[in-house]
């Protein structure tokens, strides 16, 4: 990721919700890396504390345990440094269908009050506040790719609109906050981002082919293998949102990798990547999985200068490595 540590911080003290789940916890580090403040809150629901063990102590980082349903203006406050926040990113949600599958309340929960809560602090401290929404607002797209003037194809009361519907209303409050009081905000629609700090069971498609890859157990592949996901990596994923960050756009904007690969054939990369002698099997379509998936980023080529620069197999080798050096 390129970090221009040597030129003084955008930011002077970025608040990250969700900072100690896979996505939080690279932003919190690249913020830290170039010189910001950094409060990570997160409530640990999905998160893990050896996410950001490696921050934890270092000058600059404060670690909160709460949960963003509640206001935690209070926390910030007593725990900050001393600036106030000028950067708030909310990035507190379950993500994985099997989390927030788990977790469906608290997702909605999470997207509704938690978003209203966060977006609260960014306005007192008059802070840039960036929400991450997703690709699944597109749901199962009848357009593609899916750029954002497509308004989705989504199942209200299926069960995965928790997490659809909880991240479409966020986009509607974020949006509200900037024609109702001219909040300084945005919103990026992240497509499916994948590297290091992944969970092996979280059940997204590139942790769990890892896992199944480097234990030499048959990959499972879910219905014929040929629905197609656009995977970024992580390093390019944190690029564009803090591009974003730096912005003065509302969005929303892409940001994904536009390069399509169907889980049959990232099946089969894993396993010649890891030298795995595993196989393909099979398995029962989840309901309302996207049958296509992929980011139209003219707009953030256009608007942030930004695209993606890592390639699959460079990105994979590095996610696999990591997951070798992890204990089993
Ligand atoms: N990773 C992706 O491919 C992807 C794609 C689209 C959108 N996103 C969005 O990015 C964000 C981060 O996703 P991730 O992949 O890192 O998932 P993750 O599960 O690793 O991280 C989510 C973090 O939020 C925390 N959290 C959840 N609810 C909370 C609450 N109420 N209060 C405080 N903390 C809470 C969890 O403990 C966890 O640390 C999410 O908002 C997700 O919707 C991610």
Not at 22 to 51: K, P, Y
Not at 76 to 82: Q, Y
Not at 126 to 139: D, L, M, V
Not at 196 to 211: E, I, Q, S
């Amino acid at each position: 990721m390129e970090l221009r540590t040597d030129s003084p911080p955008r930011f002077r003290h970025a608040v990250v919700t969700g900072g100690a789940g896979f996505l939080g916890s690279h932003l919190c580090t690249a913020l830290l890396e170039s010189g910001c403040e950094v409060t990570c809150v997160d409530d640990f629901c999905t998160g893990r504390r050896e996410n950001v063990a490696h921050l934890v102590g270092r000058r600059g980082f404060t670690l909160i345990e709460a949960d963003i349903c509640h206001p935690f203006d209070a926390e910030v406050a007593g725990a900050a440094g001393g600036s106030p926040p000028d950067l708030v990113l909310n990035f507190a949600s379950p993500a994985s269908p099997a989390d927030y599958l788990r977790m469906p309340l608290h997702t909605l929960e999470t997207g509704s009050a938690g978003t209203r809560n966060a977006l609260d602090l960014a306005r007192r401290h008059g802070a840039r506040f960036i929400q991450a929404s997703t690709s699944e607002a597109y749901g199962d797209p009848q357009e593609h790719p899916q750029s954002e003037r497509y308004w989705g194809h989504v199942n209200p009361v299926g069960p995965r609109s928790v997490y659809d519907e909880a991240k479409r209303f966020g986009e509607a409050l974020t949006a509200a906050e900037a024609r109702a009081r001219g909040g300084n905000v945005g919103i990026v629609r992240l497509f499916n981002t994948y590297g290091p700090r992944m969970r092996g069971y979280d059940g997204r498609a590139v942790p769990t082919f890892v896992r199944q890859a480097l234990a030499g157990e048959d990959l499972t592949v879910t219905g014929d293998g040929r629905q197609t996901r656009s995977l970024a990596y992580v390093d390019d994923t944190v690029r564009g949102v803090l591009a974003m960050a730096a912005s003065e756009l509302l969005g929303p904007v892409n940001i994904g990798n536009p390069d399509e690969i169907t889980m049959q054939e990232l099946a089969e990369l894993v396993i010649r990547l890891t030298g795995s002698p595993s196989g393909l099997r099979f398995v029962e379509r989840p309901s309302d999985d996207p049958a296509v998936r992929c980011p139209d980023i003219t707009l953030a080529r256009g608007k942030l200068q930004w695209e993606p620069v890592v390639a699959a197999r460079d990105g994979l080798e590095r996610t696999i490595e990591w997951f070798r050096r992890q204990p089993s």
